[in-house]
């Protein structure tokens, strides 16, 4: 049985950009495309059944054209149009048929179209317990050339990796797993050591030469990050999620949270259990 990637769609501008990325993850691993737009017509506030059928009948019509665009570029194709809201079905249906990936539209920086859509990507990221990838509005497709894996030494670190290398293979594509250390000297040493302990880790289930290990130096991972991005010409940045509690991310945040409301490039966001 094919992998699935699941693709929900509001058909904004800032879902369709999506399909896109989504068809060529599809190609690349040779997956099939399972397309969901949830009817809630409670967040509609649709009263009247005549018009509740007529958004049914355009939603079927759009999901269908999506659908058909699918197949035309050979890509396996299912659809669904639920009701209720997006992340109750999102989170059942990921615990039933256990997808590959999400992949979702997100608003991305300096953008304020879409919020509604951007923040249910957002939701779904923080709670589902397979990979999102999100994808910023303006965003265009690249040839996938060059990865960046964020890595904080997580267990999560290693499956990241084994993703990126499927994705890798056909192109042979650069990926480089990047630790961005502040300037203590006292804490180099160790994690030159974990981050040691992490390639043998890698080397021991994934075969594949085009993978670097760099330590970099930065007091803003972030700012970090997105030269590093800009320099690379980076085709997706990787993340695993970070475990914080939830006033721990009111006071402080996390690189998670910033870079999918800030990025400029596809994000690719592995759970962390």
């Known amino acids: 049985m094919k992998d699935i990637i699941l693709y929900p769609t509001d058909f ?4 369709e950009n999506a399909l896109s990325h989504a068809l060529r993850v599809a ?7 399972q397309i969901v737009h949830s009817l809630d017509f409670e967040q509609k506030d649709m009263t009247t059944l005549s018009l509740i059928e007529k958004v049914k009948k355009e939603a079927e019509l759009k999901i269908q054209e999506l659908k058909d665009k699918c197949i035309s570029q050979d890509v396996e194709c299912d659809v669904s149009l639920p009701n209720g809201k997006l992340s109750i079905w999102v989170a059942e249906y ?3 048929e256990k997808p590959l990936l999400v992949v979702m539209g997100t608003t991305g920086a300096s953008n304020i179209k879409n919020k509604i859509f951007g923040s ?5 990221i923080r ?5 999102v990838l999100a994808i910023p509005e303006q965003v265009e497709t690249k040839v996938f050339s060059h ?5 904080d030494y997580k267990e999560k670190d290693v499956d990241a990796v084994q993703f990126l290398v499927r994705l890798a293979k056909p192109t042979k594509a650069k990926i480089d797993v990047v630790h961005i250390l502040n300037n203590e000297a006292s804490k180099k040493a160790n994690t030159q050591k974990l981050l040691d302990n992490l390639k043998q880790r890698i080397e021991l289930t994934e075969d594949y030469e085009n993978i670097q290990y760099h330590l970099l130096y930065s007091e803003s991972r972030i700012e970090r990050l997105q030269t590093l991005i800009k320099e690379e010409n980076t085709a997706i940045l990787t993340l695993v999620m970070e475990k914080q509690s939830a006033l721990g991310r009111l ?3 996390s690189l998670t949270d910033k870079m999918v409301h800030h990025a400029n490039i596809p994000l690719l966001v592995f759970p962390n259990e």
Do not use: D
């Not at 190609?27 to 495309?33: D, F, P, Q, S």
């Not at 990865?147 to 890595?151: K, N």
């Open 120 to 124: 249910t990507t957002y939701s779904i």
């Open 251 to 253: 006071i402080f945040g």
């Open 27 to 33: 190609k690349v691993l040779n997956c099939k495309i």
């Open 94 to 96: 990921v615990s039933k």
């Open 147 to 151: 990865f960046v894996l964020s890595s």
């Open 12 to 15: 904004s501008q800032c879902a």
């Open 127 to 131: 709670s589902t317990n397979i990979p």
